[in-house]
């Protein structure tokens, strides 16, 4: 780790971290609080992802969609309009609307393999973005002068790393430049996501093999055809399997880094509580 002790973070000039964990445990809050207090960078790896890396393919589907409009396909083929994808920090539906479910068409689904080819472009894009860290840190303090960092992960970074592989060459490269602080809920707040999650379900990236063993499972035990699967029944099914999918897989990374409580992020309110929960969590050697 870059910062071994209380006092190598609290000495450190330029205090660099990445948060990964589920989703809604804390870590935009963390980066949007940070990033308040005026002196650190907030890297999202989402925004990346959306506008560097799977911009024009996002903006491609919105407008292959444009031209089964005969008004709007005029409109575009004449160049009188433009349609774009209005990603921001706080916005990031695009991505999920991009990638997408799979089964029946007209409610909203899209053809398996389709869906397994957006979910690739995903992965390979994430990956690029996460590599892309080490250039924001630099970017951040030469071009703006911010000291601080932070990266903002998505969900599925445990996805494509394997954390009981010393030489796993995406952990190696993040742990050069970053501290790596997993947030971690408990049984109580995994049963909350699930609630969430059914009341509001949204696209998710997978782990290929754990996709098509879903797939597979969820057609056998439903005694049901590709093309008259209901995209959101999938995608619910699928994700209770999915977070005790990850947890091995973010319980692997831990020796990465140190681990952060939700409970206890829950409790930061500025800057001084986040540097004092992290020098605690390194003298703890959690």
Request: charged residues 20%; negative net charge.
């Amino acid at each position: 780790m870059i910062y071994e002790t209380a006092q190598d973070w609290r000495d450190a000039p330029h205090k660099r971290v990445l948060f990964y964990g589920m989703s809604g445990l804390g870590k935009t809050y963390l980066s949007n609080m940070l990033r308040g207090s005026g002196n650190w960078f907030h890297y999202s790896i989402d925004y990346r992802i959306g506008t560097r890396y799977m911009g024009e393919l996002i903006t491609d589907n919105a407008k292959a969609h444009a031209m089964q409009v005969p008004f709007l396909r005029e409109l575009l083929l004449s160049d009188s309009i433009y349609i774009g994808s209005n990603i921001t920090f706080d916005n990031l539906a695009p991505v999920s609307t991009y990638l997408g479910k799979p089964g029946n068409e007209a409610q909203g689904g899209l053809p398996f393999e389709e869906y397994r080819h957006r979910q690739g472009q995903f992965r390979l894009a994430e990956i690029a973005a996460l590599y892309d860290t080490n250039h924001f840190i630099e970017r951040a303090q030469l071009l703006y002068g911010y000291p601080h960092f932070i990266c903002d992960t998505g969900g599925s970074i445990c996805e494509w790393v394997d954390g009981n592989d010393p030489d796993d060459p995406l952990l190696n490269e993040l742990t050069q430049h970053c501290l790596l602080v997993r947030l971690n809920g408990n049984a109580a707040h995994t049963q909350e996501l699930i609630r969430r999650f059914d009341r509001a379900p949204k696209p998710m990236a997978y782990q290929p093999e754990f996709l098509d063993a879903a797939w597979a499972e969820f057609l056998n035990e439903n005694n049901i055809l590709p093309d008259d699967v209901d995209p959101n029944a999938f995608i619910r099914w699928t994700y209770a399997r999915a977070l005790a999918h990850r947890a091995p897989r973010y319980e692997a990374m831990a020796p990465w880094g140190i681990t952060l409580e939700a409970a206890d992020v829950a409790q930061i309110r500025d800057a001084s509580d986040f540097d004092t929960l992290i020098m605690r969590a390194l003298d703890s050697g959690s």
